[in-house]
């Protein structure tokens, strides 16, 4: 599959997201289950199940293949969200059927699907992912394994003293073992008496002219234990290769036979993709440092005059209006992110409306003490009662904590991606440089303002304490003329 197959792919996983969260918060009665009806509140969430299923299959197979590194960020968060609300959901289903097992068969019948399609499987991405962690993990276990045998291999020299019953149970073991091998002796001599004996009896009837009624036989028989052979033997391998004892054999004869296998090529693509990942992910890590350090290096001094020209204005023409220089912005209040985006001025309308209501209530503070409790008492009664009657209708989340992260993925996408003519024209899938630029821009002009907030902040004292000085200079030649 192409690049374009995986955007569609997470096109239409973006709108049945958009058509979900619009439905979970819709005030329509024919949407929403019936309050009080189990069994109508079941199949709603049912239905959201499978739904989020569907989806949750798409976004990951879309965030396994997709190449583009700032894309995938994207994508990790619809995942992410995807794959919480399906919990949630879960739990939800848990809590309203009392059961760990839910049955779909009606709901996908209607929706035309089949268990096979709401199969959950582990993404290969969480493998991929969390590949080095997994590494580190098995280093160090290699490592403590080495250690220990280092320890046994150490104490080997010590002698321990060992009590009458250890040395009882020992030589018990060894007994046991011995009596083992004595009756698998006994038992292959057996086997091989038998074994001579079917080989004279092959003989004999060799020997003898058969009817072919009793030949046929004897040839279907032959060919059934053959075949029930061979498939004890694949039974065999298969149950060891999924333990892990075995590794799966390479069928040479198969893949020289079959080179243009559809299934195994898409596995050969789908693997070479995910090394394309891991190499324009290198070169976005890369791109990052360099793109900041060469606006820091070529833009930063601009960025600092600018900014210092303009706060140099503010507190000049402050000085202007009020005759004396204000007071820089803490940190605490932002600092100059004042000065450059100063909040909206309030209407007049609105301070005198605050004003009056200051004054009221001071009036009628005390007054009011008495009614406030009595009030609150009533009021904590009703709303105990509330929500003793919203937990009886509704067992279900009616708003997701993961809602904010899917609508967040989804704005994401139809601002930076669905609609982008540079990206129609990146063939190769690679990092877009404009993007990055633009938010290393704002990291590099937030960490040059603190700098020059300290500089503005150490020359506007300066300035305070020459007119000061001043001032009081003036002062005292008036008073010794």
Not at 91 to 111: G, Q, T
Not at 217 to 234: E, P, S, T
Not at 368 to 376: E, L
Request: positive net charge.
């Amino acid at each position: 599959m192409s690049h374009k197959a995986f955007q569609k792919i997470w096109d239409s996983a973006d709108h049945e997201i958009r058509d979900l969260l619009d439905l979970e918060v819709t005030e329509d009665p024919l949407l929403l289950p019936e309050k009080g009806n189990v069994e109508s509140q079941l199949n709603h969430l049912s239905c959201l199940f499978i739904k989020y299923v569907l989806i949750f299959k798409k976004v990951a197979v879309a965030y396994d293949q997709i190449v583009h590194p700032q894309k995938r960020r994207v994508l990790k968060l619809l995942v992410d969200g995807v794959t919480g609300r399906l919990l949630e959901l879960k739990h939800a289903l848990v809590a309203l059927d009392s059961s760990n097992y839910h049955f779909f068969d009606a709901i996908l019948a209607d929706l035309k699907l089949t268990p096979e399609d709401i199969r959950i499987q582990v993404p290969a991405y969480y493998r991929m992912d969390n590949m080095r962690a997994i590494k580190e993990r098995e280093r160090i276990l290699e490592s403590m394994d080495a250690k220990v045998a280092g320890k046994e291999d150490n104490d080997e020299g010590e002698k321990i003293p060992m009590s009458l019953d250890a040395a009882i149970k020992l030589i018990q073991v060894h007994e046991r073992a011995r009596q083992g091998r004595v009756r698998a002796k006994l038992m292959q001599g057996i086997r091989d008496k038998e074994l001579q004996a079917r080989l004279l009896q092959t003989k004999r009837m060799s020997k003898e002219e058969l009817d072919p009624h009793t030949a046929a036989i004897v040839i279907q028989r032959n060919i059934r234990r053959l075949f029930a052979m061979k498939k004890v033997a694949q039974l065999r391998a298969h149950e060891n290769e999924l333990i892990g004892m075995v590794k799966k054999p390479i069928d040479y004869k198969r893949t020289k036979r079959r080179k243009d296998d559809p299934i195994a090529r898409a596995a050969t693509i789908a693997e070479e993709r995910r090394e394309v990942q891991a190499q324009y992910e290198a070169n976005y890590q890369a791109a990052l440092l360099n793109t900041r350090r060469k606006i820091a290096d070529v833009e930063g001094p601009d960025m600092r005059e600018k900014m210092s020209d303009k706060i140099r204005e503010w507190y000049l023409s402050c000085r202007e209006q009020t005759g004396k220089f204000p007071d820089y912005p803490s940190k605490d209040d932002g600092g100059s992110k004042l000065i450059f985006n100063p909040p909206p001025p309030k209407e007049k309308g609105e301070d005198e409306e605050e004003g009056k209501k200051g004054k009221k209530g001071k009036k009628g503070k005390k007054s009011a003490k008495g009614k406030k409790s009595a009030k609150k008492k009533d009021k904590k009664k009703k709303d105990k009662k509330k929500g003793d009657e919203d937990e009886e209708e509704d067992k279900g989340p009616k708003l997701s904590v993961y809602r904010p992260m899917l609508e967040k993925g989804s704005q994401q996408y139809r601002e930076a991606w669905k609609s982008n003519p540079q990206d129609s024209h990146n063939i190769t899938q690679k990092h877009d440089s404009d993007m990055i630029k633009d938010i290393k821009r704002k990291e590099v002009e937030e960490e040059l303002r603190l700098q020059v907030d300290e500089l503005m902040r150490e020359e506007l004292k300066n300035l305070k304490a020459a007119v000061d000085g001043a001032k009081k200079g003036g002062k005292k030649g008036k008073k010794g003329k």
